[in-house]
T-cell receptor
Framework: DVKVTQSSRYLVKRTGEKVFLECVQD?????MFWYRQDPGLGLRLIYF???????EKGDIPEGYSVSREKKERFSLILESASTNQTSMYLC?????????????FGPGTRLLVL | GENVEQHPSTLSVQEGDSAVIKCTYS??????FPWYKQELGKRPQLIID?????GEKKDQRIAVTLNKTAKHFSLHITETQPEDSAVYFC???????????FGTGTRLTIIP
């Protein structure tokens, strides 16, 4: 059974703080994703990684960066948090190769930036 | 890139009735179309998917249909039950990579 975990369920940070969100998967998946979920906007892709140290911008990368030093771990970094980054952040992982494209999601981190 | 539109944004149906959610996509090269269900406070989970080489797929009370010519696909839920209440997201893959583009979601409420 695939397990994707995120480091925090809830976070409260102040404007300008550096924020780290971590995601770990235990199924040896090559692909990992970070989304933000906002009411009425669905799931929007922030960054995508298809291998260790590889990353690709998604649809809304501005204000975010990522790090993938190990296959099982994918970190999302908010360099200087702003109030418009208050949101639900979801991590997901999937197998590479196109044969099994199911994305498995973590429980989400609800971030409030004050 | 791919663009996915989803309608309606909210849907209320009487328990036992059917519910239909529709999505359109823009990239004719997309060939994989999953549907995810997100219950309140929980993570999205895949409930059914379809590939472009078939027109319909069923799994008990849930079915998905795909019209490649018109570039739209739909989720059909029959004999709805209270546990079907959730937000449903459609998605389409992006040709050449393994990303998914999601629709904006449909909040389905089943009225007892």
């Amino acid at each position: 059974d695939v397990k994707v975990t995120q480091s925090s369920r809830y976070l409260v940070k102040r404007t300008g703080e550096k924020v780290f969100l971590e995601c770990v998967q235990d199924m040896d998946h090559e692909n990992m994703f970070w989304y933000r979920q906002d009411p009425g906007l669905g799931l929007r892709l922030i960054y995508f990684s298809y291998d260790v140290k590889m990353k690709e911008k998604g649809d809304i990368p501005e204000g975010y960066s990522v790090s993938r030093e190990k296959k099982e771990r994918f970190s999302l970094i908010l360099e200087s948090a702003s109030t418009n980054q208050t949101s639900m952040y979801l991590c997901a992982s999937s197998l590479a190769g196109g044969l099994e494209e199911t994305q498995y999601f973590g429980p989400g981190t609800r971030l409030l930036v004050l | 890139g791919e663009n996915v539109e989803q309608h309606p944004s909210t849907l209320s149906v009487q328990e036992g009735d059917s519910a239909v959610i529709k999505c359109t996509y823009s990239d004719s090269a997309s060939n994989y179309f999953p549907w995810y269900k997100q219950e309140l406070g929980k993570r999205p989970q895949l409930i059914i998917d379809i590939r472009s080489n078939v027109g319909e797929k069923k799994d008990q009370r849930i079915a998905v249909t795909l019209n490649k010519t018109a570039k739209h696909f739909s989720l059909h839920i029959t004999e709805t039950q209270p546990e079907d209440s959730a937000v449903y997201f459609c998605a389409a893959n992006n040709f050449g990579n393994e990303k998914l583009t999601f629709g904006t979601g449909t909040r389905l409420t089943i009225i007892p």
